[in-house]
């Protein structure tokens, strides 16, 4: 079991909007600005697009954005394409003595 | 530009250690804030992150696994090896490096390896 919860699937049709949620506790997402999040697109190695809960690394496109309410940080996606097809995993700094979680991954279909 | 690459086994029996290698290239393991981490994902699964090795040498490892890991670097090859001991079939999974830029609060991943998929079997 991961130690953050993300929706095991979503979906969306072209051009709608979706959002993607990342439940975690105050040791981790709650008490830190330290969450990002990674696509990874079928079999390949996943891809930094949010980083510092809001931030998009250079190259991402706008249409990604974080933010972050109390334990729960959360991914839209808006203009979905089909190309924003992918699992995609939030990830948090956290103060126990693992330096690192992962949530559990969630599937976006664009339909 | 940035790179790295996982090397090591595709097969390990049960009870061997696990030994892999990652290479990196375009900046220095002992540059400001510049930490590896190893991460692995069994077929179909979650990410799930085992151990991160910092520019100072400091070295923090997952919780649950922490009694098997071993990650150590060699600056001069830039390489980072993660050691993980007594193999199950559970242990079976695509195991990445990827590189974190922090001081201290890693949580983000800019530049990732291709991975390389270790199977446990007798």
């Known amino acids: 079991q991961s130690a953050l919860t993300q929706p095991a699937s979503v979906s969306g049709s072209p051009g709608q909007s979706i959002t993607i949620s990342c439940t975690g506790t105050s040791s981790d997402v709650g008490g830190s600005k330290f969450v990002s999040w990674h696509q990874q697109q079928s079999g390949r190695a996943p891809k930094l697009i949010i980083y510092?809960?809001?931030n998009r690394p250079s190259g991402v496109s706008n249409r990604f954005s974080g933010s972050k309410s109390g334990n729960t940080a959360s991914l839209t996606i808006s203009g979905l394409q089909a190309e924003d097809e992918a699992d995609y995993y939030c990830?948090?700094?956290?103060?126990?003595?693992?330096?690192?979680?992962f949530g559990g991954g969630t599937k976006l279909t664009v339909l | 530009q940035v790179t790295l690459k996982e090397s090591g086994p595709v097969l390990v029996k049960p009870t061997e250690t696990l030994t892999l290698t990652c290479t990196v290239s375009?900046?220095?393991?002992?540059?400001?804030?510049?930490?590896v981490s190893w991460i692995r994902q069994p077929p179909g699964k979650a990410l799930e992150w085992l151990a991160h090795?910092?520019?100072?040498?400091?070295?923090s490892y997952s919780t649950s696994l922490k009694t098997r890991l071993t990650i150590s670097k060699d600056t001069s090859k830039s390489q980072v090896v993660l050691s993980l001991t007594n193999m199950d079939p559970v242990d079976t999974a695509t195991y990445f490096c990827?590189?974190?830029?922090?001081?201290?609060?890693?949580?983000?991943?800019?530049?990732w390896g291709q991975g390389t998929m270790v199977t446990v079997s007798s």
């Open positions: 990830s948090s700094y956290t103060s126990t003595a693992t330096l690192v979680v």
């Open positions: 375009g900046f220095s393991l002992s540059g400001d804030r510049m930490g």
């Open positions: 990827a590189r974190a830029v922090a001081y201290r609060y890693v949580n983000s991943f800019d530049v």
């Open positions: 510092d809960v809001s």
């Open positions: 090795i910092f520019s100072t040498d400091e070295k």
